[in-house]
């Protein structure tokens, strides 16, 4: 298959690597050649970590993290030498710079794409704050986007707008866009405070801790991806669930009639929908990238 300019050798795209819905190989690199306009600009410049599942979301046991770029790369696939800690020492993640890169990667098998919230040139400078919102059940997604609201109308107050998409999995993400010079010291103390507040003001419904025994019938505000060394599902990322499910931006209108017991599944997306979505709406993450806002003063939740 040419993909751009470049050469690239396709194997197994009849292997199912979703047995729920039967889906192939072949969709799965469908679907990330059909995205790739929409994906790139998210992934670009960002160290990736790659979660693949070269047996299928049916056989977990065979699938794995990989932050080693492969070595069996082809050449034009860029990495970028990040230090990790002293054990591991340096690693060479991947880039994914362009639709040829994104396609062998779904080659792999790698259905989840995991990026840095800060640009490898700018290690400890992350462009956004965010928070995942994870419910412990009996709470679901319709809780999640009832929380995703606070949040979004605590920063509301500071005059910071925010941006939500479903994880692809059980919850909803929010995201506020900073892009401007500010490190993981400022924003990992404020997101965890954003969280302990909302905990305090409703702690029946929400928790900020992360151990799950604390975390049934409640929304777990997860503020621990702001670090360094995280990452973060990456917007219209695949999910390896048992059904082929994205992460999908969304309307601040769509999370609201969910909260009001609008039908849950209407935000939620597999292959088929999550194109028609795109192919209607375009990137509404796009501003994530380009919108610049300043962090509060931490002391400015004090009085919130």
Not at 48 to 70: H, M, Q, Y
Not at 182 to 204: C, D, G, R
């Amino acid at each position: 298959m040419t993909v751009g300019n470049r050469r690239l050798k396709l194997t197994n795209l009849d292997k199912v690597l979703y047995p729920e819905t039967e889906t192939t190989k072949a969709q799965v690199i469908d679907y990330y050649a059909r995205v790739a306009d929409l994906i790139l600009p998210h992934l670009k410049g960002r160290p990736l970590t790659l979660r693949r599942f070269p047996e299928g979301v049916g056989n977990p046991g065979a699938s794995f993290f990989e932050k080693n770029c492969p070595k069996h790369r082809p050449d034009w696939v860029k990495t970028t030498p990040i230090y990790v800690d002293r054990r591991a020492g340096e690693i060479d993640f991947c880039l994914c710079e362009n639709q040829a890169t994104l396609v062998w990667m779904a080659q792999l098998a790698a259905l989840e794409l995991h990026p840095s919230l800060s640009r490898a040139t700018r290690m400890e400078q992350p462009t956004v704050l965010a928070f995942d919102l994870d419910p412990g059940a009996p709470a679901a997604l319709r809780e999640c986007c009832k929380v995703a609201l606070r949040v979004r109308d605590l920063f509301g107050a500071f005059g910071l707008e925010g941006f939500p998409k479903v994880s692809g999995g059980k919850g909803l993400q929010v995201y506020f866009p900073l892009n401007t010079k500010v490190t993981y010291e400022q924003t990992s103390p404020f997101a965890k405070a954003v969280a302990q507040l909302l905990e305090k003001q409703t702690p029946e419904d929400v928790v900020s801790k992360m151990a799950k025994v604390d975390r049934r019938g409640k929304v777990f505000v997860d503020w621990s991806q702001n670090h360094q060394k995280k990452t973060t599902i990456a917007v219209y990322s695949l999910r390896a669930r048992e059904r082929p499910t994205a992460s999908i931006p969304l309307h601040w209108r769509e999370v609201e009639r969910t909260a009001k017991g609008g039908d849950p599944e209407k935000i939620r997306f597999e292959i088929p929908d999550a194109i028609k979505r795109i192919e209607k709406e375009g990137d509404l993450f796009e501003a994530v990238l380009k919108k610049k806002q300043k962090l509060p003063a931490l002391d400015s939740l004090e009085d919130s």
